[in-house]
């Protein structure tokens, strides 16, 4: 009889494959740009992630893609006021 009280493990063999030569083993799965990311792997905690997020915001970005944000919002925002027939005379001084 087995004891209740201990979880049961999984059972772990040494397999490699026979035709497998690169580094690493080929079962781990791993995005290729998570290198590259700053939330990936990081530690849990509240803490953690607000530290994490005070470290993005430090980081200067890239500025052609905050304009090119901006100009997209605005398209979509100009898009969706032009969808609903908003009047827009209503900002302007007659």
């Known amino acids: 009889m087995r004891n209740f009280l201990k979880l049961r493990r999984n ?3 040494d397999y490699k494959p026979r035709y ?3 580094e690493g083993s080929p079962y781990k799965i791993e995005h290729k740009l998570d290198k590259y990311r700053s939330t990936a792997n990081s530690q849990r905690g509240l803490k953690n992630k607000f530290s994490s997020a005070f470290e993005d915001l430090k980081r200067e970005g ?3 893609l905050r304009i090119r944000f901006w100009v997209i919002v605005t398209v979509l925002v100009l898009v969706f006021l032009f969808i609903i027939d908003f009047d827009l ?3 302007f001084r007659r």
Request: proline content about 0%.
């Open 62 to 64: 890239d500025k052609n």
């Open 20 to 22: 497998y030569e690169g």
């Open 11 to 13: 059972r772990t063999f």
């Open 89 to 91: 005379s209503i900002f």
